[in-house]
T-cell receptor, first 115, second 112 residues
Framework: DAGVTQSPTHLIKTRGQHVTLRCSPI?????VSWYQQVLGQGPQFIFQ???????GRGNFPDRFSARQFPNYSSELNVNALLLGDSALYLC??????????????FGQGTRLTVV | GENVEQHPSTLSVQEGDSAVIKCTYS??????FPWYKQELGKGPQLIID?????GEKKDQRIAVTLNKTAKHFSLHITETQPEDSAVYFC???????????FGAGTTVTVRA
């Protein structure tokens, strides 16, 4: 079975540009979460979607937005990119809406570099 | 919100020795504590978790202990092997949380 797949794997953008990152969850998983992992730090929560509705939002500016599609795949959008947005963006999928309800499976991430 | 601190940031052990990573958390309502292993170029992978109604849990060479009174939990890896070299993250969450709060990570290097 395919795990969580993210695309692209690497991306280089210029300050001020916009970026869209994509995530396909494990088949049957209705929960998708996004995390930002800056080099040398632990992942920081950005969004969680369950059944196509936003269920949780972390402490990130409005430049960050996301959505979940009817097939449960998800997109993370970041506008007006800043150098500080350079990070590994991780997508996780799960069977449950609560993180304690079922194992969260992470994708390999998208490495975003803003220059 | 929850604040998770993790120590040490780096750990080098001789193959066959034990490795211990410690985490503290701030939210006394947290009751789910997973540990993740992240290898180079990969996303974090759950290796073991513990819930607040349990004080210790073992899975082969890996064990986790939880002290709710002191708000700290630890990961123990025995008989370390080169394939145990990776970055390990602890995390915490309440039972009705949407998110995991992660520690900063521990880079474990197992010397052959």
């Amino acid at each position: 079975d395919a795990g969580v797949t993210q695309s692209p794997t690497h991306l280089i953008k210029t300050r001020g540009q916009h970026v869209t990152l994509r995530c396909s969850p494990i088949s049957g998983h209705k929960s998708v979460s996004w995390y930002q992992q800056v080099l040398g730090q632990g992942p920081q929560f950005i969004f969680q979607y369950y059944e196509k509705e936003e269920r949780g939002r972390g402490n990130f500016p409005d430049r960050f937005s996301a959505r979940q599609f009817p097939n449960y795949s998800s997109e993370l959008n970041v506008n007006a990119l800043l150098l500080g947005d350079s990070a590994l963006y991780l997508c996780a999928s799960s069977l449950a809406v609560w993180v304690a309800g079922a194992e969260a499976f992470f994708g390999q991430g998208t490495r975003l570099t803003v220059v | 919100g929850e604040n998770v601190e993790q120590h040490p940031s780096t750990l080098s052990v001789q193959e066959g020795d034990s490795a211990v990573i410690k985490c503290t958390y701030s939210d006394s309502a947290s009751n789910y504590f997973p540990w993740y292993k992240q290898e180079l170029g990969k996303g974090p992978q759950l290796i073991i978790d513990i819930r607040s109604n349990v004080g210790e849990k073992k899975d082969q060479r890996i064990a986790v202990t939880l002290n709710k009174t002191a708000k700290h939990f630890s990961l123990h890896i025995t008989e370390t092997q080169p394939e145990d070299s990776a970055v390990y993250f602890c995390a915490a969450a309440r039972s009705n949380d949407y998110k995991l709060s992660f520690g900063a990570g521990t880079t474990v290097t197992v010397r052959a």
